[in-house]
């Protein structure tokens, strides 16, 4: 790896440091708006079509804490548009003949649909009928998905290129439809938006959890806290069956990724599936091997014998940072698992409705809210640190595409600045989001004094609770 | 290549639209914040806020729509611009990240309240003052070699792009003071009366300096100019007439008149702008077409956007519509 050497100031290795800092910051917010988006859309249709007030009471909460997520992820994403140019202009300039094209599509396709219905879902449940509040909430939740669309289109991209020709140092696209649906675009966007669903199922279960141990709202509460469960039952063994072939389709495109995850160096028919080990690039092996034999050539392969290529095909410059994506992964799989196991243990104990009153289980769900933003990330580190030292898979390495113009010191202010300006604003958001929560659903649906004339109309501000807890 | 025809004129034209539709849009909530400081009292930082709330998320779209439009049309002014003004695109987006948290939070917040009204006027102020240098530095130039800038980190920071910087705030502080002409009554409205004619002023100096400056920053501008009249000179002439129609309105005290004219006050001086450099988007060496994309891809957006954006400013106008109405109150 090239981070040995340490302390001198290397563009690359900041730039490098300062695109996954704020693209991790950025991701955190999407993939919670996603899920939550559809579940709020989902609320605001059983509330239309039964009229049960409860519904209405859970939408309106769950609003306010959309709001908020929301507004960090706008913030942070204006951001990434500018990262591109800045950090990465060679890789921008040689690939905007795709990346142009499809980000403006975002743009217009998402973006502005997000930006156009968002006042309304939340500001104008008095000033619409019911059923275009219901519509404006179902085009944001249409909005975040185009949003993924286009992104993780772009990102897979890098991942396995297709459709597209080098000529003189640019891209240029020969065919729009495999470039867009290029090979891991399916399962990345698949196994994206399960991932946000299942953020927002732990999300709602676990707040509502903690809410049925106070006995607060136990009602609406219970509806809530049922409906996240049958999602997670239905989601999380679906996700390990996608991720299953995600996987395997890796390892046609990426098989050194797939080694790196396996944390295996030779080539070889049926390896073992490590469970622990501690992979060591400068000795090019692994430490204190624990597996199970021949699962690994059966999992990738679905035959107990298959061939599987190990890391030692390439040159070790040409490995990715083993330890890294090997750990990574084992944190994404551990907390899958232990979502599978939420799922079960919810239809275990939904006989006789026990699961409102076993605390351990409310506890354990309250702290698995967490659990699937760490995985989402860890996802992530798998994938991106996983296609190292290349930033378009076999075709041009991250020390190609850095701006040239761009010394260390640059690169050390901007990454400061970046967590310095992240630090203060999450904070801020986290205290707020935090009295929203503490709020409840009864503050939610509290009579609001403001009149609509003054209420801010904006997102974070659709949240009646005050910042600092003064009047 | 078979192109039937020259798609980099209609995408000069789509980018330049967009960037004119930013500067317009958020320029008058931009400034807001830059005159925040200077408010007659809180309760005028109410309004002041409450005025611009429902837009300001729409409007800063157009900026992301700029960048990415830039990258997909004119993939080279991105990948030269961005590296050149690192520092201050930096700085732009810190300024706009706590300026819009600030609208999130200021309204929710009691005893920390100040702290939001700082980051709200900071923020706008140092996202106006950094996009003003931008537009200096691009009368300034690049330095480039092969395609790529070469330039150091602080090229961008002259007095000359410090005075564009400056000329900018004074100018979205102008757009700003005719919108809460256009928006509120009373005492505040009577305050943006007063405060309209000095902040054009400053303008006038800004422009007048720049204008004088320019050609002595750049040659080409020069040869543009001053040989022979043509019919650019048309466009300073609207300008200074948008200007005199200002004065003139904030003094029969019309409403919406000086709010109009600043508008067409800026797109005169754009487009005065634009004719100084063309056809250069990267001056000094780089023209349209040198930094336009393949022509398949300029083709492939056009085409969706020609269908899709018609359907955007649709719903962008009916969201407008539900939350019509006259900003009166402010927050208690
Ligand atoms: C799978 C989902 C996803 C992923 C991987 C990303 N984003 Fe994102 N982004 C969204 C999903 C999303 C969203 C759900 O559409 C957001 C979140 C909150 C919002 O307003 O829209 C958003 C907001 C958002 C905005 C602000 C939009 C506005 O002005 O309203 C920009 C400019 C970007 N993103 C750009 C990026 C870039 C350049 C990314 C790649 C590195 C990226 N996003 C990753
Ligand atoms: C258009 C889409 C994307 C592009 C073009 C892109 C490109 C890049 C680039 C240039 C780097 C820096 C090189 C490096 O440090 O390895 C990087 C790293 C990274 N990206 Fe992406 N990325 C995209 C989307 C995403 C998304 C959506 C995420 C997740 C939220 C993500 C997560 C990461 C992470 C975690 C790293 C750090 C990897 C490392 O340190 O090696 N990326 N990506
Ligand atoms: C338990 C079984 C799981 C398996 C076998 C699995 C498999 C994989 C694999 C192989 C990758 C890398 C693909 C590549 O880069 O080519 C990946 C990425 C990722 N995983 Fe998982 N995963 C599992 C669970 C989860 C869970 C529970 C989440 C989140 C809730 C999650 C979120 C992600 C994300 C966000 C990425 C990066 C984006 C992408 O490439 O799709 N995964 N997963």
Redesign the pocket.
Known sequence: MTFGGAMELDPLILS?IQ??FV??F??IFPVFTIGLASFIAALEALSLKTGNPLWQRLSKFWIQVFAVVFGMGVVSGIVMSFQ?GTN?SN?AYATANFFGPILSYEVVTAFFLEAGFLGVLLFGRDKVPQGVHLFAAIMVAVGTFISAFW?LS??SL?HTPDGITVENGLYYVDSWRDAIFNPSFKFRFLHMGIAAFLTAAFVVAGVSAWYLMNKREVEANKKALSMSLWMILLLAPTQVVVGDFHGVNTLKHQPMKVAAIEGHWETGTGIPLLLFAIPDKEAQENHFEIGIPKLGSLILTHDWEGEVKGLKEVAPEDQPPVIIVFWAFRVMVGLGTLMVLFGLAGLFLRRKQRYLECRPFLNGLRMMSFAPFIAVLAG??VT??GR?PW?IYEQMR?AE?LTPSLTGGMALFSLTGYIFVYAMIFSAGVFYLMSVLRGGLETANAEQIDSDVEKAQRPISAANANLDGGL | MDQPFDLVIIWAGIIGFAVMMYVLMDGFDLGQGILYPFAPDDHSRDIMMNSVAPVWDGNETWLVLGGTGILAAFPLVYSVLLPALYIGVFLMLAGLIFRGVAFEFRFKANTTKYLWDWAFAGGSFVAAFAQGAVVGAYVQGFETNNLVYVGGPLDWLTPFTIMTGLGLVAGYALLGSTWLIMKTEGELQQWAYKITPILLIMVLVVFGVVSIYTPFVDQGVLNRWFNGVSIIWLLPVLALYCAFLIFRAVKKQQEGMPFVATMGLFLFTYLGLLASKWPYIVPPDYTLWDAASAYESQLFLLLGFLFVIPIVMAYIAWSYWIFRGKVKGGYH
């Open positions: 490098r695109f996954a693209v991790c950025h991701a591109f990465w890789f992104i772009a990102n890098l992530w580190i991106e640190v190292a930033l991250h595409g």
